[in-house]
């Protein structure tokens, strides 16, 4: 059975930082692509960052140079790295596994707010 299960948001200010983390159980970590999405209410699902197999990443525009991907294959463990975080980062963010197919996890909530 295959799980991921993200952990980490909350409420920060603008300005402020959060580290969201995503453990994976069931699944061959190391050879899936891990990705972190997100959706603000109203608006549709969208790809904040996502790392390869091999570790290189790439970045939804809206977040170069404020958030950084990364993984420890030995946790079986994705992280996504938020700093500067702006109101408009506020969204459900899910973490994401994809090899022959996608897995998702169910999501944690970020809220940017003073």
């Known amino acids: 059975q295959v799980q991921l299960v993200e952990s980490g948001g909350g409420l920060v200010q603008p300005g402020g930082s959060l580290r969201l983390s995503c453990a994976a159980s069931g699944i061959i970590f190391s050879i899936y692509t891990m990705g972190w999405y997100r959706q603000a209410p109203g608006k549709q699902r969208e790809l904040v960052a996502r790392i390869t197999s091999s570790g290189s990443p790439n970045y939804a525009d809206s977040v170069k140079g404020r958030f950084t991907i990364s993984r420890d294959n030995a946790k079986n463990t994705v992280y996504l790295q938020m700093n500067s975080l702006k109101p408009e980062d506020t969204a459900v963010y899910y973490c994401?596994?994809?090899?022959?197919?996608?897995?998702w996890g169910q999501g944690t909530q970020v809220t940017v707010s003073s």
């Open positions: 994401n596994g994809r090899w022959t197919q996608d897995y």
